[in-house]
């Protein structure tokens, strides 16, 4: 079973369709057992980063993600929250990846949104993925690039447009909203 995190925000039923039409069942849930169990759980991100992980808190969520280890994918605001902190609302995140979330220097429009292509690509989520592909991004902080970074986009700067560490994996651009090569990334992470 593949558990889409419900953290009260978020574009969770367009990554559920988007998983229905890859052939997969998922169930959306904020249930602490149900995501324990899962076979894989995706993490969706639409909204703030504070608000966010006051939500996980609160369902003690925030302690149970850390300690999965089946394959996790967080998307946007999820990637963000799985890095050590985040400078929206001076948030202490998960701490899966030793990276700091920051916030775009406004020389040029912000929120980043859009169709852009990624670079330095590596790792099996990308699996098929080439420096040809778009994807859509749409946010106004970034993750710094670091060790677990496996493709950067350059808007304004470089930041990690993907990420990975052991089971853990975060886009920061949306394969839900991606077209077919957004569906690529969803079904590479299901077959994991």
Known sequence: MIAIIDYGAGNVKSVENAIRKLGFESLITSDFEEIRKAGKVIFPGVGEASTAMNYLKQRNLDTLIPTLKQPFLGICLGQQLLCDFSEEGNTQCLGIFN???KEFPATDIVPHMGWNSLQEIKGDLLDGISTDD????????????????????VYILPFSATLQKD??????????????????????FLKL
């Open 99 to 101: 990276l700091k979330v």
């Open 134 to 153: 778009n994807f859509y991004f749409v946010h106004s902080y970034y993750c710094e690039a670091g060790e677990n970074t496996t493709s950067e986009c």
């Open 167 to 188: 089971n853990f994996y975060g886009t920061q651009f949306h394969p839900e909203k991606s077209g077919d090569i957004g569906s690529k990334i969803l079904e590479n």
